[in-house]
């Protein structure tokens, strides 16, 4: 060892082993929060998507329970968890990569605590979103699938993941299109059905990942500064606090591009045959159910992200030190 290097110093941020500690902490505390939080996403995802057996829970807190205890009726304990071993298999390279990117970005944009500004914190957080969706999208739109299919009658077999997955890569009757010859859009390019609603989720990310980050860094900036050393003692209880109000302001904040993305993701199932834009998703949506359409889940939204955004940032600073980065 070199007698410049101080033994149990966490290395460098800019080297491979730092990285992989911060892309491990981030993954670990992406898949804890959704674990906890997984009954609440799938009836979340049924209302977004206007699945209609759960269109009559919708809209109310009491609908959030009548939904569940519904699914659990039908399918018990399974019922209330379909999709999310998809979701595990999408958080922990999501959640990795989100972390570890906002660490670099961080490091880079501001390498000092002069130089950390909220345009920073914002803009560090918005591209270490749009980062990790860009590189984990297809693995959301099949684990929205597997969690917005149900289906009546004595038979409810839940799809896995390998099937919800070649279902969609084979799934709409191409029709001919005068622009591109015999074959559809979607048919020529069967890859693109993986990324329905991803212009829209990446519209959506930004203000989520970019509020949340910004939020994170300013309030623990003021509630709870390091020591002059740069050091932060172990604070579990003000990291839930601070985690719980960052999720709840960047939910609200992106909340409308979430329902148009959740729309566009399962628009497979009502249009296979082509690719629906933000505009028609949109007017549909209000259409339907006015403003309010673009809210609706959010009740549902703020009982899952308080807890997922809270345990998500703490057991990220949690495994940060047990990692010793």
């Not at 001919?176 to 010859?181: E, M, N, Q, T």
Request: glycine letters at 10%; hydrophobic letters at 40%; charged letters at 15%.
């Amino acid at each position: 060892m070199s007698p410049n290097v101080v033994a149990g110093a966490p290395p460098g941020k800019q080297s491979f082993d730092y990285i992989v500690r911060t892309g491990i902490a981030g993954g670990v505390a992406g898949c804890v929060a959704k674990s906890i939080v997984a009954p609440l996403d799938r009836v979340k995802i049924l209302f977004q998507a206007s699945n209609p057996e759960f269109q009559k829970y919708a809209g109310t807190w009491n609908g959030v329970m009548q939904a569940g205890r519904d699914i659990y009726r039908h399918d018990g304990i399974p019922g209330l968890f379909q999709g999310h071993s998809a979701t595990l298999l999408r958080i922990f390279p999501y959640a990795a990569i989100k972390f570890m990117a906002y660490d670099q970005l961080h490091y880079v944009m501001m390498p000092t605590r002069k130089d950390e500004t909220n345009l920073k914190r914002f803009v560090a957080g918005a591209l270490a979103g749009v980062t990790s969706v860009f590189l984990t999208y297809p693995l959301e739109v099949v684990r929205v699938r597997m969690a917005f299919h149900t289906k009546n009658g004595k038979s409810r077999s839940r799809p896995s993941f390998m099937y919800a997955a070649k279902f969609m890569y084979q799934e709409g009757a191409p029709q001919a299109s005068p622009l591109i010859g015999s074959k559809s859009f979607l048919e020529r390019f069967p890859i693109l059905k993986f990324y329905r609603g991803f212009t829209v989720t990446v519209a959506g990310m930004i203000p989520y990942a970019g509020v949340s980050f910004l939020s994170w860094g300013f309030l623990r900036s003021h509630f709870l500064p390091p020591s002059k050393a740069g050091h932060r003692p172990p604070t579990p209880v003000a990291d839930l606090v601070i985690g719980a109000v960052s999720g709840v302001v960047a939910q609200t904040a992106s909340y409308p591009f979430e329902i148009i993305r959740r729309r566009m993701q399962v628009g497979g199932i009502t249009r296979p045959d082509r690719w629906l834009t933000w505009r028609e998703t949109a007017q549909s949506i209000w259409q339907t159910s006015g403003w309010r359409g673009f809210y609706i889940g959010l009740s549902i939204g703020y009982l899952k992200v308080v807890p997922m955004t809270a345990v998500s940032f703490t057991v990220w600073q949690g495994c940060k030190r047990l990692l010793n980065v």
